[in-house]
C-alpha cells in the first residue's frame, strides 16, 4: 500500500464516515448547501458525483434510481446550461471543492470517461485531501499519469470483476478498488489487501448495518461507510 494512502489513514477510527452525494440527506443531492449542512456533522469525506457537459464544465448530478441515471448518461452531448433548464440548478466541481475545507476528504465518483487529467488539474492541483475515483482501468491509467502521486486513486465499477485475480492486475495502479456482496469474503480480501490494494463493499441492496458488519472481515474495515443522512449515523 501506497504511503500516502497509510498516512491518510493513520491515526484514524475506521471505517471512515462519509456524507453520500455531498449529503443528499441535507439538501438537494450533490449541491453546496446539503455539502455545508453535512459538514455540521464532522464526516471524515465528501462524496460527490461528477459529471462532464459538452462546454467542458465538471458539474456535480447523480440522478434519480434508474430513469435519472439513464437520462444523465446523455447529458455530455448538452452544455451545463441546457443540462440545468431540464433538471433545475446543478453545482460546478469547483465550487464544491472551495466549499470544503482541507481537513475533510472529498471523494470524487466521477461519472463518465470522458473526463481527464486536464479536466480535474486546475481544480484540484496542490490539494491533499482528493480522492479520485474512475469509472474504467483506462482512464485511471490516464488520470493517474497526468495527476501524479499525490492523490488517491480509486476503481468504482464492481461489475467489471468477475474473478478477484484480474483485480491483481492493478497492483501499483490503484490504492481501493469497490467490489460486489458476491465477490467479498475473507479469502477473496486478504489476498487482494495482502497486495497493497484496500477493498471497499459496494452498499448495492445492502443496509449500512450490514455493510458495516460485512466489512468487519477487512483490517481497513473497507475504509468508509457512507450515509445519505448523517444524523443517523451510528457512531
Known amino acids: 500500500m501506497r504511503q500516502l494512502f497509510q498516512d491518510q489513514l493513520k491515526h484514524r477510527r475506521l471505517p471512515l464516515i462519509m456524507a453520500h452525494g455531498g449529503g443528499l440527506g441535507h439538501g438537494r443531492e450533490n449541491s453546496v448547501e446539503a455539502i455545508r449542512e453535512a459538514l455540521k456533522y464532522s464526516p471524515d469525506i465528501i462524496e460527490v458525483d461528477v459529471r462532464k457537459s459538452r462546454d467542458d464544465i465538471l458539474y456535480l448530478h447523480h440522478g434519480s434510481i434508474p430513469l435519472g441515471v439513464f437520462a444523465a448518461q446523455f447529458f455530455g452531448f448538452l452544455t451545463f446550461a441546457r443540462i440545468q433548464r431540464f433538471v433545475g440548478k446543478l453545482d460546478s466541481l469547483r465550487s464544491a471543492i472551495e466549499a470544503v475545507p482541507s481537513s475533510i476528504d472529498i471523494y470524487l465518483d466521477l461519472k463518465t470517461t470522458k473526463i481527464t487529467s486536464a479536466d480535474l488539474k486546475p481544480l484540484i492541483e496542490g490539494k491533499r485531501n482528493i480522492w479520485v475515483t474512475a469509472y474504467s482501468v483506462s482512464q485511471l491509467s490516464e488520470l493517474r499519469s497526468g495527476l501524479g502521486e499525490d492523490f488517491i486513486y480509486v476503481l468504482n465499477r464492481p461489475l467489471v470483476w468477475v474473478r478477484f485475480r484480474e483485480i491483481l492486475k492493478l497492483v501499483g495502479l490503484v490504492d481501493m478498488i469497490q467490489i460486489g456482496r458476491w465477490q467479498w469474503s475473507t479469502v477473496v480480501i486478504s489476498e487482494i489487501e495482502a497486495n ?31 450515509y445519505d443522512d448523517l444524523a443517523k449515523r451510528t457512531r
Open 196 to 226: 497493497g490494494i484496500a477493498c471497499h463493499l459496494a452498499h448495492w441492496f445492502l443496509t449500512t448495518d450490514e455493510q458495516r458488519d460485512k466489512m468487519e472481515s477487512s483490517p481497513f474495515k473497507g475504509v468508509f461507510l457512507h
